[in-house]
Nanobody, 113 residues
Framework: QVQLVESGGGLVQAGGSLKLSCAASRSTYISAGFAWYRQAAGKQREVVASISNGGTPGYVDSVKGRFTISRDNAKNTVYLQMNSLKPEDTAVYYC???????WGQGTQVTVSS
């Protein structure tokens, strides 16, 4: 059973924007905190942003002021709005349910210079 489905990745020029979505099953979404991770080619996966069950966000320093994580409880969906994108943001982005080892399939984000 697929529990997380990500979408919204793509190719964008530096300075552009993308919005990633992570749709969860209801049973997965309830009472869960979520995180977005990314993994660039040849690098370790790193956390980018997180959001608690209550909606409290957190960000890694490199994306503060540019990325916004949010959740829509009516749609069981978590979002990552990415603005002012840089080439170094290029990576596969993954949605994760915090503390439960549940991952999405990943979505590629490519930022051209």
């Amino acid at each position: 059973q697929v529990q997380l489905v990500e979408s919204g990745g793509g190719l964008v020029q530096a300075g552009g924007s993308l919005k990633l979505s992570c749709a969860a099953s209801r049973s997965t979404y309830i009472s869960a905190g979520f995180a977005w991770y990314r993994q660039a080619a040849g690098k370790q996966r790193e956390v980018v942003a997180s959001i608690s069950n209550g909606g409290t966000p957190g960000y890694v320093d490199s994306v503060k002021g540019r990325f916004t994580i949010s959740r829509d409880n009516a749609k069981n969906t978590v979002y990552l709005q990415m603005n002012s994108l840089k080439p170094e943001d290029t990576a596969v982005y993954y949605c994760n349910v915090i503390g439960r080892g549940i991952w999405g399939q990943g979505t590629q984000v490519t930022v051209s210079s």
